[in-house]
């Protein structure tokens, strides 16, 4: 199985901020990673997919990029709206795999 | 508006069968592929399989020898089935929409908590 290993696991900003979460696969995954934003009590939601694609409806503030073993989401400038964990999901191969999440509070 | 909607028992004691459907509205469950994923409370997501329309199956390896998925195009629902549950098998149980030009899962259930105890 591909491990995807998230860093941080946590980290605590301010609105406006600008932050970057990086994702590291343990083999290469070409450019097959999304990113999803989960809050409490609701499913996961779909930001970036194949690497840097923003998916329809998401903010211009999240943006993706990377290839192979290393990837990184960032957004650009907190919103108060953004606080959550974030997931990353490499789509490569079977069996599908999650990073650990990284949970982005309010400083 | 693409809605999906999980279905079923939300207690089960050890050792029963977890079955679990999953309703797609707003749009027709052909040319897409959908997918089950698992959230224990507090922890993170664990993908369980994805089915295809054409019933074509991946499951995840850890658990393949428990889960059946199924497909009917008639009713627009996909359904789980996981084996001789476990405590170790309480969750949330999501089921979700991806597409294959992105392979993304673009649209999610609510989900729904199965509980496994005596």
């Known amino acids: 199985d591909i491990q995807l290993t998230q860093s941080p696991s946590s980290v605590s900003a301010s609105v406006g901020d600008r932050v970057t979460i990086t994702c590291r696969a343990s083999q290469g995954i070409s450019s097959w990673l999304a990113w999803y934003q989960q809050k409490p009590g609701n499913p996961p939601k779909l930001l970036i997919y194949?690497?840097?694609s923003l998916q329809s409806g998401v903010p211009s503030r999240f943006s993706g990029s990377g290839s192979g073993t290393d990837f990184t989401l960032t957004i650009s400038s907190l919103q108060p709206e953004d606080f959550a964990t974030y997931y990353c999901q490499q789509a490569h191969s079977f069996p599908l795999t999650f990073g650990q999440g990284t949970r982005l509070e309010i400083k | 508006q693409v809605q999906l909607q999980e279905s079923g028992p939300g207690l089960l004691k050890p050792s029963e069968t977890l079955s679990l459907t999953c309703t797609v509205s707003g749009d027709s469950i052909n040319n897409y592929y959908w997918s089950w994923i698992r959230q224990p409370a507090g922890k993170g997501l664990e993908w369980i399989g994805r089915?295809?329309?054409?019933?074509?199956?991946n499951y995840n390896p850890s658990l393949k020898s428990r889960v059946t998925m199924s497909v009917d195009t008639s009713k627009n629902q996909f359904s789980l089935n996981l084996s001789s549950v476990t405590a170790a098998d309480t969750a949330v149980y999501y089921c979700a929409r991806g597409t294959y030009h992105t392979r993304g899962k673009d649209y999610w259930g609510q989900g729904t908590l199965v509980t496994v105890s005596s």
């Open positions: 089915i295809y329309v054409s019933g074509n199956t």
């Open positions: 194949a690497t840097s």
